[in-house]
């Protein structure tokens, strides 16, 4: 993970002033990775470093910060077990930081010196998703590393739930279509890309040939188009709502189509983990897991039947 401007804009837009804990460094074990950040406010906060003592005292620290009226970026080795009495061994490099709209990043990466360095700055032009880097008393930080393209066909009952479960992952960027503007709910969450179509098989030639797929409509018959399209056009991973016998009748279809039976095997009916169960967000998290796991292969596969 790395810095978020567009968040981080939009918080102090709402907010006024916010302190920003970065997780810099890691070593041995830690509740969360290098590059990990979250945003305290004089009344609340967003995302997390981990939770537990480190958090709580690395929130106290940062609404201090709020209290003063320019201070500089502060860097600090935390061991977790001798320090704060935590059972995880391993140590961390925090970094917290205080953002007005004056103080706010105008481009990345974003360089900016700890402690009052004198040293010159470094010429680093580090790519994006690079973990954060300190030099010679500088901190440099990159934008995100773009997320794997997700195209979501549907917004009804299962579209909604994959939507609200993997639109805080920063490893997928979501594409949301349907019929209308009416299909989505009122709110959509930040990041997501809506596109209503009233023909949305016509879509699927500006999808990424790398993208992962979730056919998910209200019409088996629109469905069959898309998973047709799809084949055609190309695809990471393709997922199709249903249980075996649908996926049975599709397999026939998409043959008499031209489709091989190498071809029809890639997409993965029914989706989600069986185990979990049918409901919206059962099928959500599983569809989830399976992405995650992947990370690449986009395999979301079940032997068993898991959707109607």
Request: glycine share 12%.
């Amino acid at each position: 993970m790395s810095l978020d401007l567009p968040a981080l804009r939009a918080a102090v837009a709402t907010q006024g002033a916010v302190v920003r804990i970065l997780v810099v460094t890691v070593a041995g074990s830690v509740p969360r990775e290098a590059g990990t950040s979250m945003l305290v406010w004089a009344g609340g906060e967003d995302g997390t470093i981990g939770g537990g003592e480190l958090e709580n005292q690395a929130i106290a620290e940062a609404r201090a910060m709020l209290a003063e009226p320019a201070p500089a970026p502060r860097l600090r080795p935390i061991p977790l077990g001798p320090a704060l009495g935590q059972c995880c061994g391993g140590s961390v490099t925090l970094a917290w930081e205080r953002f007005d709209a004056a103080t706010l990043p105008t481009a990345l990466p974003y360089t900016r010196p700890l402690g009052g360095s004198a040293t010159p700055r470094p010429a680093l032009d580090p790519a994006p998703g690079t973990p954060p880097q300190v030099r010679d008393g500088w901190l440099v930080e990159t934008a995100p590393a773009p997320g794997r393209p997700l195209w979501v066909w549907g917004a009804g009952h299962v579209g909604r739930a994959i939507v609200d479960v993997l639109a805080p992952w920063p490893g997928v960027a979501i594409t949301w279509i349907d019929l209308g503007p009416d299909r989505y709910p009122d709110r959509v969450p930040a990041g997501v890309t809506r596109l209503p179509a009233a023909e949305p098989p016509a879509l699927v030639r500006y999808a990424p040939t790398d993208a992962d797929h979730l056919v998910l409509t209200r019409s088996h018959e629109l469905d069959l188009q898309l998973c047709h399209a799809l084949l055609r056009h190309g695809f990471a991973s393709l997922g199709l709502i249903g249980s075996a016998t649908k996926m049975a009748r599709f397999r026939t279809k998409l043959a008499a189509l031209g489709h091989t039976a190498a071809h029809i095997s890639r997409i993965a009916c029914p989706i989600g983990d069986p185990t979990l169960g049918k409901h919206p967000q059962a099928i959500a998290v599983g569809v989830a897991a399976a992405l995650m796991r992947a990370a690449g292969a986009g395999d979301l596969r079940q032997e068993r039947d898991a959707t109607g």
